[in-house]
């Protein structure tokens, strides 16, 4: 298979750098005046990356001091205790909560539409998405731990435990981020019959063009080469026989 022609043209040593950048606002976050949000959203970029630089390296052959980053790596895999509890606790609540039914049935979009189950089937199967919903989890989970430490409950050595309430307090992360998604999809917009103003089925609407000269409407492929026309308009097949019988009886009239 042939490498997708903007692979080509990445600097793979200029995305070295860029990400030891994202990395270290990550680390240095509330130096930077971060949020949670904030660093879920590059956290979802370096996922993108890490996808990137494996593909450089395992599919394309490019050497890995090339692509990589050892000692930003290496520092990223030092996790304090935070740390590693958000990032097992964001795994937990994304696979409880796309296990259940809780999370399809009641997402609706802003026009109060349930958004369809196979969309977010979707989403929750693709790597990227899931990567990225589970660092929102995952940071927002390390922010209310330095900011309402005593709400998690921990052992006698101090280490902290998953609740299974978690789940409903952060599993609405992955609700949000569908609903994000779902907004940047291209809808089909709406059609109205010109005649009555009924809404239409988009695949059995009848288009008639207008002609600005005669002020009649053609059906498709018989507009007067001559005329100008205004644009096509939809109806409904019972009004397009009306309007195109009323305009043919006009034109009649004007030539007698």
């Known amino acids: 298979m042939d490498t997708p022609k903007f692979i080509t043209h990445i600097g793979w040593e200029s995305l070295r750098t860029q990400k030891t950048t994202l990395l270290y606002l990550i680390e240095n976050s509330k130096k930077h005046g971060l949020d949670s949000h904030m660093t879920g959203d590059l956290d979802g970029l370096i996922h993108l990356i890490d996808g990137l630089q494996d593909y450089a390296v395992d599919e394309l052959g490019i050497p890995e001091m090339s692509v990589f980053d050892f000692e930003a790596e290496e520092d990223r895999d030092k996790s304090t205790k935070e740390e590693i509890f958000a990032m097992t606790s964001a795994e937990n609540i994304f696979q409880y909560r796309i296990e259940s039914d809780g999370v399809y049935v009641l997402n609706y979009d802003k026009g109060n539409k349930l958004i369809p189950r196979a969309f977010m089937e979707r989403i929750f199967d693709d790597h990227m998405h899931a990567d990225i919903i589970k660092a929102k989890i995952k940071n927002q989970i390390l922010d209310d731990l330095e900011k309402i430490h005593d709400a998690f409950e921990t052992d006698d050595d101090g280490n902290y435990i998953f609740d299974a309430e978690m789940t409903e307090a952060y599993g609405g992360i992955l609700e949000k981020y ?56 939809s109806f409904g097949k019972d009004c397009a026989r009306t309007v195109l019988t009323r305009d043919s009886k006009n034109e009649g009239k004007r030539n007698n």
């Open 178 to 233: 569908c609903r994000e998604q779902w907004a940047k999809v291209p809808k089909p917009q709406a059609i109205y019959c010109g005649r009555c103003n009924e809404k239409l089925n988009p695949a059995k609407a009848v288009w008639l063009e207008l002609s600005i000269t005669d002020g009649n409407y053609y059906p498709e492929g018989q507009f007067p080469i001559s005329h100008e026309s205004q644009g096509g308009f």
